[in-house]
């Protein structure tokens, strides 16, 4: 892969999915089905005249030690994008995302780990001693633990707390969902690629006791009650 394709990966992994040609804008939660999303939706972004230009941003940032906050970064909260933003901009762009049951995410999240950055599970960690540890207060921060267990629903508010994208779309009905947003970005629908699928994985009611729910159940109280999610 060279030229223009091999420009569009390495953003593909480090960039909010942004396209002012198509008007939309993709808040990627993660675990929530969203590298298939971009990946089904990158011909549109390749397209679009400002591309280049936040790639060019990106490798600035990157350049700085991201001290020059230029570029919008994969899981961007909607919050940042509004600020970041012209507000004619931000308020024309379809703004859409999608979210998971939290109990479903936490499991998959154990695995994408284990599976990608083994050397943040501990040798022989239960997923129940996994999620204890990550959900430890007093625990130093790592990305890649912390961004799972941030609030769903924390990238969808301002900071008084109202929704600020348009449709929120749920992992549970993926396709469906998905073809929706097409069909409100204008394109036509589009079969989404099965990326990242676990195959190392039980049903996730299986991985817990009282305990375990109950941990999930109070740190993620707010996704509970916006999305109405059960155990």
């Known amino acids: 892969m060279t030229g223009p394709e091999c420009l569009l990966t390495a953003a593909e992994s480090i ?48 350049l700085t030690g991201h001290r020059s906050a230029i570029k919008l970064p994969r899981h961007c909260k909607a919050i940042t994008a509004q600020e970041m933003l012209p507000r004619d901009i931000y308020n024309g762009l379809f703004k859409f995302a999608f979210v998971r049951n939290p109990w479903d995410l936490q499991v998959s999240s154990y695995h994408h780990i284990k599976r990608e950055r083994p050397n943040l599970v501990h ?83 299986q991985y817990y006791d009282q305990e375990t729910q109950a941990l999930v159940a109070e740190r993620f109280a707010a996704d509970i009650e916006a999305f109405g999610y059960v155990f």
């Open 123 to 205: 040798e022989g960690e239960s997923f129940s001693d996994f999620l204890r540890r990550k959900l430890e207060v007093t625990r130093p921060w790592q990305y890649h633990l912390d961004t799972s267990i941030t609030p769903q629903s924390d990238y969808l508010i301002d900071l008084r707390g109202r929704q600020i994208v348009d449709f929120v779309g749920r992992y549970e009905s993926l396709q469906a969902d998905f073809d929706t947003c097409c069909q409100r970005i204008g394109i036509p629908t589009i079969a989404l690629p099965h990326r990242r699928q676990a195959s190392d994985r039980a049903q996730y009611r």
């Open 15 to 62: 960039l909010m999915l942004l396209s002012n040609r198509y008007q939309f804008l993709f808040v990627h939660i993660a675990k929530t089905g969203g590298t298939s999303i971009r990946r089904a939706l990158q011909r549109y972004r390749w397209r679009d005249p400002y591309y280049l230009p936040q790639w060019a941003a990106s490798k600035m940032s990157g």
